[in-house]
């Protein structure tokens, strides 16, 4: 395996690696049109977020990092789980969970995905098995949970962890990583590397960038490519998800990638000088989307009408979701005890007698023993 | 009826919901061995395998997300910590994601996950293996806490704990482990929220937190002698708490003593006197009391440790002073 690394990547200046062999055209499709879609939809929210101001929660777009989210729409089934960070939008629609319902709850609407309590940064479809959060590894380790209910449970399903390399800062995610090695639990660990921390990048707050190496040192499967390189990126998951499913234990991928905007929200941050200009041009000139748009072309399976066409859908589809979202109601909360705690326990109901108390004395006498030691 | 110790009262919970449900799973440091954790995960290991009953690496955080994770997919998971003062690594879980798991979800999730967390107390456990921090747990949204005193409620707030749909903190108190009770055969539940009467009287309201239980009731007894008749109120839990019953006794008493194992500052003891205060203090014929721990941590000394908590002897003599006052 080729050392691959931030300082790598841009010494190489262009990618001329990307290939459509061994891939076939169907899965071509769905994943540039699932990355075209998702870029589509974030440059969409981008311009509506200001200064219209009706999505008022933070917002951290993905643009620049399609790939990944790509990959995994093609490949994880309905009841496979996935759990991501705050930068969510394309985890969200990975799971084929509903874009109307994205929207909504951005604009905090009771027709939202979370019916407007989440937001973006916090967000989930339980019903597609999809799950955020917006504290830093905190999903990841969930992921380890899920993994594990899904290996008591005997379910024949895969849960990935999407997160990014500040999330290797945090202790609790070598937890996770050292707890799915130990059972071999049946998940996939996906790190998006984007070098940065907000502003602050990976190498000054890492000892060192071998992140796929340190993880291979638990004994998981690891492997770190370029990121921008959706093919590649689909490539390594499919072997990844199938050998999971087959039994054999937890997979470790690190995908280098690169997010155009700023940390958050739609306004470029590179006024605070936390990187170059040649580095944000070289990410832009190796658009995943681009990447794999020229070699869809070259291979003939991509025309400028098609396109086009496809364009003309995406943006149909984010119109209505943008009317469904402003067209819905505010959620009204009248009990907020309700909202965090369920007032319903059927299994309880179903399995226990209610005793409130017995009619026997407590003996308050009865001699306290302190145990000598613990 | 059966005559249990608090320790088997735990253990008979926790194998009755194993029986009755093959997705309820236990998790903590050493649950396998045998002995189990002071005896409340005796035997369970080899009833129920190794699968189900999982020794844990020494990663409490960690070990609270995958209960988190497993709940997800359907499972109830319930964690052991022989100290309370470990299961703080895992409070960025606890409050950042278990806590708010229903609410972030708009109610699609819910969240059945039991953490049982042991305070220590006596033989020198000092700062890190004493501290009964429900006042914590009591302040966030979206939790149950739990203290329960005797093997009887011990068994039901566990059981309710496993089957309910919300995550529940039981605190339990180390030093109740070896009392004993008649405790049902059945699996039953005691919902939350509901407090009992320990003892009644006439003359003041003394509620009384988890250990402090047991040393109220003497106390009570002792107060007896110097014609100061007491009821002993016992939550049995801090989040929901009873205030019906609560302001129902004080409304009788007209006096509140609050006895709680735990520093005295921002503590139930406080929100306690809030809530009756705030309903009823019109009605009070004196300024509430607390009877707490110092607002320091823990000593490791013998003589210190008698000094840092009050027993029955101490309680008793503070009710008397402040009711001649």
Not at chain 1, 9 to 34: C, M, P, W
Not at chain 1, 261 to 269: I, R
Not at chain 2, 51 to 77: H, K, L, N, Q, Y
Not at chain 2, 200 to 228: N, W
Request: proline share 5%; with cysteine; aromatic share 8%.
């Amino acid at each position: 395996m080729t050392k691959i690394n931030h300082q790598s990547i841009l010494e190489a200046s262009a990618y001329h690696d990307l290939s459509l062999q061994g891939t076939d055209a169907d899965t071509v499709r769905k994943l540039y049109y699932f990355m075209l879609r998702l870029r589509r939809c974030e440059e969409a929210l981008s311009r509506e977020y200001h200064p219209a101001d009706e999505m008022r929660c933070p917002v951290h777009f993905c643009i620049g990092q399609e790939a990944v989210p790509a990959a995994l729409n093609a490949l994880l089934r309905a009841e496979d789980y996935l759990f991501c960070h705050h930068r969510s939008h394309g985890y969200y629609l990975a799971k084929k969970s509903p874009m109307n319902e994205l929207f909504a709850e951005l604009y905090g609407k009771k027709t939202g995905a979370n019916g407007g309590i989440a937001g973006s940064q916090d967000i989930s479809s339980p019903p597609h098995n999809f799950f955020s959060g917006a504290i830093l590894a905190g999903a990841a380790a969930i992921s380890a949970g899920a993994a594990l209910g899904a290996q008591l449970l005997k379910k024949r399903c895969v849960t990935v962890a999407a997160f990014g390399e500040a999330a290797m800062d945090e202790g609790i995610l070598w937890e996770a990583i050292n707890y799915a090695a130990l059972c071999k639990l049946p998940i996939v660990f996906i790190c998006e590397n984007n070098k940065y921390s907000v502003f602050s990048p990976q190498l000054k707050r890492q000892a060192a960038d071998n992140l796929s190496e340190r993880v291979a040192a638990f004994g998981i499967k690891s492997v770190a490519l370029f990121g921008n390189d959706a093919i590649k990126v689909h490539a390594a998951v499919k072997v990844a998800v199938d050998d999971v499913l087959n039994g054999h234990g937890p997979w470790f991928i690190e995908a280098y990638t690169y997010r155009w905007c700023g940390h958050y929200g739609p306004e470029s941050d590179d006024i605070v000088g936390y990187r170059s200009e040649e580095e944000v041009d070289f990410w832009k000139a190796n658009c995943p989307i681009v990447l794999l748009e020229e070699a869809m072309k070259r291979a003939g399976i991509l025309t400028d009408a098609e396109k086009d066409r496809t364009i003309r859908d995406i943006d149909a589809e984010i119109a209505d979701s943008f009317q469904f979202a402003k067209g819905g109601d505010f959620p009204i909360i009248t009990n907020w005890r309700e909202v965090n705690l369920s007032s319903n326990s059927p299994r309880a109901d179903e399995l226990l007698t209610d005793i409130d108390f017995v009619e026997t004395e407590f003996d308050v006498h009865q001699a306290v023993k302190q145990a000598k030691g613990y | 009826m059966q005559r249990l110790t608090y320790a088997q009262a735990l253990q008979q919970a926790t194998s009755q919901a194993m029986e009755l449900d093959e997705r309820v799973f236990l998790m903590g440091q050493l649950v396998d061995y045998r002995g189990g954790v002071f005896g409340t995960t005796t035997g369970l290991a080899e009833k129920f395998g190794t699968t189900r009953v999982r020794d844990f690496p020494v990663a409490e955080s960690v070990m609270t997300s995958t209960a988190i994770g497993a709940a997800i997919t359907g499972m109830r998971p319930v964690l052991v910590h022989t100290r309370l003062d470990f299961m703080l690594y895992s409070m960025d879980a606890i409050v950042n994601w278990l806590s708010l798991w229903r609410f972030k979800s708009n109610g699609k999730s819910s969240m059945p996950v039991t953490i049982r967390a042991i305070v220590g107390k006596g033989w020198g456990q000092g700062p890190q293996h004493s501290k009964s921090l429900h006042a914590w747990f009591a302040h966030v949204p979206g939790l149950r806490v739990a203290v329960p005193v005797t093997p009887f409620d011990a068994k039901g707030l566990l059981l309710e704990s496993i089957f309910g749909e919300n995550p529940t903190i039981i605190v339990e108190h180390r030093s109740l482990f070896s009392l004993t009770e008649d405790v049902p055969e059945v699996p039953y539940r005691i919902r939350f929220g509901r407090a009992r009467i320990r003892r009644p009287g006439k003359d003041l309201t003394l509620v009384a937190i988890g250990a402090m239980v047991p040393i109220a009731l003497r106390a009570a007894e002792k107060l007896a002698a110097q014609s100061i008749d007491v009821e002993v109120l016992d939550p049995r839990t801090v989040s929901p708490i009873d205030t019906a019953a609560i302001c129902q006794s004080v409304m009788k008493t007209g006096r509140l003593v609050v006895a709680d194992p735990a520093w005295q500052s921002v503590s139930v003891a406080a929100e306690i006197i809030a809530l009756v205060t705030e309903k009823m203090g019109d009605r009070l014929r004196a300024n509430p009391l607390r009877i707490c721990l110092p607002d320091s941590h823990t000593p490791m000394s013998s003589t210190l440790e008698k000094e840092y908590y009050p027993d029955e002897s101490k309680v008793a003599e503070a009710i008397s002073s402040w009711f001649r006052r």
